[in-house]
């Protein structure tokens, strides 16, 4: 068996080169222990205590790769997703993400507006302590609505003004609050009701959103007139020509159509229009026949389709 002393220079040897490949010379050993006058090891002794020194460096290297591994793993989550650290798990459903307003006129008089409504589902949020509170707000400011979550997980927030608008989902409970923004798209649909009319009224449009809010992309218009069959027709209902204009703030016509209704028709007059950023109005001119007509205009003020995906 080699000396303690050996064992010891070759320990040191193998920590001066730490993994490298080292290369033991059995004659530079020899003649260092002829003049020491120590006895040294055989070729194959060497050799063993070679080998026995590298797996000990080797073992130690993977030791240390090991431990940093794991390590690591931990620290990025590879073990499993993490409690949150502040606030609830957020998870809220919701069917849709696009609603429309309507406004409904009759002879040129409003008589009501439906909002738009958007529900927001947060029966899945969950907290390892007690939630307290869920919301939803406008980021302009505008409006939030909140319920108490030991009472409902729903909530629906109500739209009076058309655009894209961001909102903030939230639930609260001891630790804080944990938010998801979205984005919606809130349009407009105007109703405007005439009827036994030979002087149909000018329809004013008003596209333009609130302060700070997103113009519409488009205008799409819906325009029907009828002309009701006379129900005692001794001499024969009238035909009536009926000329649309669409005009500017200016007054200018961007859009014009004609027809002629026979009795008892209809014609609808459907158009779009891209500038709405102007105020607007809608002219029907009644240019010929004695019989009176109903006027039903529909108007619809879209925008771009750049809500957030519905999450059912």
């Not at 001066?16 to 194959?44: K, W």
């Amino acid at each position: 068996m080699p000396s303690n002393r050996w064992l010891g220079r070759m320990q040191k040897t193998s920590s001066a080169i730490g993994c490298r490949d080292f290369i033991l010379d059995s004659r530079e050993f020899a003649q260092h222990d002829v003049r020491s006058g120590l006895r040294a090891p055989n070729t194959s002794s060497i050799r063993l205590i070679s080998v026995l020194l590298l797996s000990r460096v080797v073992s130690q290297r993977v030791a240390v790769v090991v431990a940093l591994a794991v390590l690591s793993c931990s620290l990025a989550g590879c073990l499993g997703p993490q409690p949150q650290e502040d606030g609830p798990v957020l998870s809220v459903a919701y069917e849709a993400t696009n609603a429309t307003i309507v406004d409904t006129y009759e002879a040129g008089e409003f008589l009501t507006q439906t909002p738009a409504m958007l529900s927001f589902n947060f029966e899945q949020t969950a907290s390892s302590g007690t939630l307290s509170l869920f919301g939803v707000d406008r980021l302009d400011g505008q409006s939030s609505v909140s319920v108490d979550a030991e009472t409902s997980n729903s909530v629906t927030m109500a739209f009076d003004d058309h655009g894209l608008h961001r909102l903030a989902l939230y639930a609260e409970d001891e630790r804080g609050r944990s938010t998801s923004i979205i984005t919606v798209r809130i349009e407009l649909r105007i109703e405007w009701v005439e009827t036994d009319t030979n002087e149909p009224l000018t329809m004013p449009i008003n596209t333009a959103p609130r302060e700070g809010g997103t113009a519409a992309s488009a205008l799409f218009i819906e325009s029907t007139v009828e002309n009701p069959a006379l129900i005692d027709n001794f001499g024969g209902g009238q035909d009536v020509d009926i000329t649309w204009s669409l005009l500017d703030e200016t007054h200018g016509t961007c859009q014009r159509n004609q027809a002629s209704i026979d009795d008892g028709d209809s014609v609808t007059w459907r158009t779009v229009h891209f500038n709405t950023v102007d105020t607007h109005e809608l002219v029907v001119e009644y240019e010929g026949g004695q019989d009176t007509v109903d006027v039903h205009h529909r108007i619809n003020v879209l925008h771009e389709e750049l809500e957030s995906p519905p999450m059912p």
